[in-house]
């Protein structure tokens, strides 16, 4: 298939790209680079520079393509409540927009980015597909929002489409295809990189006192060669006439933050610094997803995510990075 990958420059696309040309999809990777990087994007696909947003370019882009996957967005939960309209812009107009040209180009089959922000708070755990939906901050609102476009547009327009739910994710590409850091990481994994490998003096765990095996939180990371994983079987899924469909991906259990330094510690061999605080308004205790529905469906089975494997290939991104002296 010849297949659009907007967001395909960033930290989850670009391993999807890789994935997909691997697997000898003709690949287009469209990006503006706002926080992705150019040099992720793999050799073998084409690179388009520009914003979803722009109609031409996207009709431009577009034209011939089978399938989009729709990663390009802003991710950061917390500034979305600070800044809606930034969200408003990127995550439902600019989006809206370039569905807009897909379905002039004919486009049939989009795989879009979703997130475990859908939910909110959790009545239970995993968090399964049936769970209530009832986002807590404006990001969440944004991604059901979409699900939902896409739902109808599946009933009024024909497109088919997937919305694949990721929770955490965490962990580079095995064989060192892809290095690209994050800018300015704000997520637990690549703290704990950046105080093991020196360029942060500590960190802070926030809340010892949950009713968790160490008292820490416990959150699903999901490795990203495994998402990549989904997408492929995402697209092949409705290619093969699967219905439209949305999956939560996770691997059913959770880690604690303690598991992880612990595991950054034995992988890098360094000590990470850290200082035990209180805990963070809005954080909840623990958060994992059942990946039963995607196994049944997609045949989805991560391999990728155990803890140690997930803090291996970041740590091994850092040292390509030239971060670990
Ligand atoms: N990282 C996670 O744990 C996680 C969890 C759930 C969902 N998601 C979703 O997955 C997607 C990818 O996340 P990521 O972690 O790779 O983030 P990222 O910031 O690394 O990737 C987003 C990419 O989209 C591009 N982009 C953003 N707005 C654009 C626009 N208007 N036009 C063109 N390109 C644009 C950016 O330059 C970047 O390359 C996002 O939609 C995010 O909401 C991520």
Request: glycine share 10%; hydrophobic share 40%; charged share 20%.
């Amino acid at each position: 298939m010849r297949i659009c990958v907007a967001g395909g420059a960033g930290y989850i696309g670009s391993h999807v790209s890789h994935a997909l040309v691997n697997a000898g999809h003709e690949v287009v990777v469209f990006d503006n680079l706002s926080t992705g990087l150019r040099t992720s994007v793999p050799e073998k696909a084409t690179f388009v520079h520009g914003d979803v947003s722009d109609p031409l370019l996207s009709r431009k882009t577009l034209k011939g393509c089978d399938a989009i996957v729709y990663l390009a967005a802003s991710k950061d939960a917390g500034a979305s409540m600070l800044d809606p309209i930034r969200y408003t812009r990127n995550n439902l107009q600019a989006t809206m927009s370039f569905f807009d040209a897909a379905n002039d180009c004919g486009v049939k089959y989009v795989v879009f980015s979703s997130s475990a922000a859908v939910f909110g708070e959790s009545q239970y755990l995993p968090l399964d597909e049936d769970h209530p939906k009832d986002p807590t901050n404006y990001y969440g609102y944004t991604k059901l929002e979409i699900e939902r476009v896409l739902a109808w547009y599946d009933k009024l327009l024909g497109i088919k489409s997937a919305s694949l739910r990721y929770f955490n994710a965490a962990g580079y590409d095995p064989d060192g295809k892809v290095t690209g850091l994050e800018r300015n990481p704000a997520n637990l994994i690549p703290v704990v990189m950046e105080v093991a490998c020196g360029v942060r003096k500590g960190m802070q765990v926030f809340g010892t006192d949950w009713n968790t095996k160490d008292g820490t939180c416990l959150r699903d990371y999901i490795h990203v060669t495994d998402l990549a994983d989904a997408h492929l079987r995402a697209l092949d899924h409705l290619e093969k006439g699967g219905a439209t469909f949305a999956v939560n991906l996770g691997t059913g259990s959770g880690q604690s933050v303690l598991d992880v330094i612990h595991a950054a510690e034995k992988i890098s061999g360094r000590k990470v610094n850290y200082q035990a605080v209180g805990r963070r308004a809005g954080d909840p205790e623990a958060l994992w997803a059942s990946g039963e529905k995607a196994k049944q469906l997609l045949g989805w089975v991560p391999k990728h995510s155990s803890i140690e494997s997930i803090v291996e290939t970041t740590w091994n991104a850092y040292k390509a990075n030239g971060l670990v002296k």
